[in-house]
């Protein structure tokens, strides 16, 4: 008896000597933010953009801070905690390293396609400014549209959090690559339809939109890179400025995907998020032709993340309250 113990305290330090402080299924993640990281540091001189020591300063810190803090937490046998905190934070870290790469692809993009966008929206039968009126004017949908949009921020944490709290990780490292390839699939498209947002198109006025601000923030930038030549980065300019297709959207279907297989919360986090890509027309100024795209586009990186981390397994897992039946479950 007293062997046996010894050979499974071995077995345990074994164990534990041989974990790697980086979580294999992350590595496509990783390699997502090293390839726009090393084409920004080219692409950022070649367009003659400098960045302001100031605005290095203020950047973020905090995501690959995560990152790091799991790396630590996994080497003391924390597999959760940290697979949790590593993966939320490289979705943050994600989105940081793509909007470096927008800055030398908005410089070389072609020309506004907002008359384009706006066509497609009125061949859908979209009218646009009469729906962002109607959002406006009334309090609770401007309500309702102001937390879906910004759920964008806080819905990670949870997603995340909640996949490696039922112990499905493969599927919550195959959304954050899909949010990775989704992300990178954006910037490489937004080049050939760049836009100022359906509020410049139609000539709104700040002023009545005032609760929809991000609409009105990224133009400015926009027109600053391109038809004025500004190549100073402040911090001031760092917006996320993609039109067509919308990460909103995208993001908003990779999370009800991440999501279903609760069953006690998949169609709650199914509303949220097809509020969030109704919410993204007024709140981020995007068409609805973006919003579509959006879709298509994380349909493709989920199908994308799915072949590169492998099927998630089919189990289920029982959580207290549930009366012994699976709450949860990959299938």
Request: glycine residues 8%.
């Amino acid at each position: 008896m007293l062997a046996l113990d010894i050979r499974r305290l071995q077995a345990r330090a074994d164990r534990k000597e041989s974990r790697s402080a980086i979580e294999p299924l992350a590595v496509p993640a990783y390699g997502i933010v090293a390839f726009q990281l090393v084409a920004a540091a080219v692409l950022l001189p070649i367009s003659g953009f400098t960045l302001s020591p100031a605005m290095l300063l203020a950047l973020p810190v905090w995501a690959p801070l995560l990152c790091l803090g799991a790396a630590l937490l996994r080497r003391y046998d924390r597999p959760r905690i940290s697979g949790w905190l590593e993966a939320t934070g490289l979705i943050y870290v994600q989105g940081l390293s793509t909007l470096f790469l927008l800055f030398p692809l908005t410089a070389l993009s072609a020309p506004f396609a907002d008359a384009q966008l706006a066509a497609a929206d009125r061949a859908l039968g979209f009218d646009w400014p009469g729906f962002a009126h109607w959002v406006a004017d009334d309090r609770f949908a401007t309500n309702c549209a102001v937390f879906a949009y910004n759920s964008f921020g806080w819905q990670p944490f949870l997603v995340i959090g909640g996949l490696f709290a039922a112990r499905l990780e493969v599927r919550a490292w195959q959304a954050v690559t899909a949010a990775g390839v989704a992300a990178l699939a954006t910037a490489l498209i937004y080049p050939f339809a760049p836009a100022l947002g359906a509020y410049v198109h139609f000539g709104l006025k700040g002023s009545e939109f005032a609760r929809f601000g991000a609409g009105f923030e990224f133009p400015p930038v926009l027109i600053a890179i391109k038809e004025q030549g500004v190549r100073t980065l402040t911090l001031s300019m760092f917006s996320g400025f993609v039109s067509f297709p919308s990460y909103h959207a995208a993001a908003a279907v990779i999370f009800t995907w991440a999501m279903w297989p609760f069953h006690k919360a998949r169609y709650l986090f199914l509303v949220l998020n097809c509020g969030m890509m109704v919410a993204a027309t007024v709140g981020g100024g995007h068409y609805v032709v973006d919003i579509v795209a959006g879709a298509v586009v994380a349909a493709g990186s989920i199908l994308c993340a799915q072949l590169i981390c492998g099927p998630a397994a089919n189990f289920a897992v029982p959580w207290p309250g549930s009366g012994g039946k699976p709450a949860v479950s990959a299938r």
